[in-house]
């Protein structure tokens, strides 16, 4: 494939050699470029030689000596990854079937992209992965690859996956450790389909393939009221849920004593379902699988806790109204309590939500429409404070394409989003907010 270069950075490697805008990269070190996972892996070599076509369609070949990190400074009118992958999968729990109609339309795109994976922490199948680009993922040791397994029962992925693919995951996890690749792994936990043995049975032979597998989160199946026509799945009862952590943890110990790590863990929303104590930060050791909500509370607890000694409380209280979801909020009123040293006044107060479904909890899925039929009339103080994951990433409009604005103007308060993923930004945030 060739790569139009559209920009030179300047004083960069292809500007001293003179590579002209408009210039077709075709090959670096005589392999094609497929993508950007080719161009980033070929150009940390310390000698390259690059083949290109000028502007007036002459052939020409650059030789470089540099560092091995050192960038080439050449940028292209494409992105390097030709459009992002979509999923081929009709998964029985997929959550975007689930959605309603309208709201934002990112939300019904399906993707699983092994890229992503590699390049943002995006979790994919493998299913959509040719025998010829799985050899490029081993042959550019593509990783940490972060991976949807959900069972290693080939015909049960099968099943839940509906897509005959879904059988090679053995082999290509096997195929993977060999060539060194690491991967982080997620099971989805279905009641009645993928508990039971079929999760002792799963944990252990991931566990098997440590150190290729480096984590392994256990998460409980999210439905929301739009179910229609979809394969009956019902939610975890509290007792299942509790005998879910049990047989992880059970798991954990024995990593433990083998090789000094727990390897598996459940998000948080497994013992929040379970009404256990979450367990203590220690446990999550280097919180590999803190985007799944694994131990995303303890962390985000400690780190507050710990820059309260950094600030003077302030000489006037300040008292803030905070909204979250259902199944975390107890918590995060204890943790606000913390607070009142600083002379820092929150009030928690949970949505539950009528937009997805009440099986929904979590923050990051309250809507608008449900703050504003819920709790237009219960605020303490004229600012609130909402996580800033129940927004669009990068933009201010929740789910149900509200603008953080519009909301704003119908409750007649100020709306104020903090950071949700790290403790001592979001005090910060807290400390200077009326600022």
Known sequence: MKHRISGIDSGSIAEEIGVPVGSELVSINGEDIVDVIDYEQLCANETLILRLIAPDGEEFEAEIEKDEDEPLGLNFSDDLIGGIR?????CIFCFIDQMARGGRSTLHVKDDDWRMSLIMGNYVTLTNVSDAEF????????????????????ELRRKMMGNPTAVLINERLKKLSEAGITVHCQIVLCPGINDGQELTDTLNGLCEMYPCVRSVAVVPVGLTKFRDKLFPLRTLTKDEAEKAIEQTERVAEKMLKLHGISIVYCADELYLLADKELPEYEYYEDFPQIENGVGLFRKLERECIEEISSFEPRKEPIVLDCITGVSIAAKLQELFDKLNVL??????????????????????????????????????????????????????????????????????KRIVPVCHADGAIMLSELMNIKK
């Open 86 to 90: 979509s999923c081929k999968n009709h």
């Open 135 to 154: 050899e490029r993922i081993l042959k550019r040791k593509a990783s940490p690859l972060y991976i949807s397994v959900h069972t290693l029962n080939p």
């Open 343 to 412: 002379n820092l006044f929150i009030k928690v107060h949970f949505v539950i939500n009528h937009y997805f479904g009440e099986t929904v909890t979590v923050a990051g899925l309250v809507c608008a429409t449900d703050i504003i039929e819920q709790l237009s009339s219960k605020f303490e103080s004229d600012t609130i404070i909402i996580p800033d994951n129940m927004l669009r990433d990068g933009d201010d409009v929740f789910l149900d394409s509200v603008s953080l604005k519009e909301l704003s103007g119908i409750l007649g």
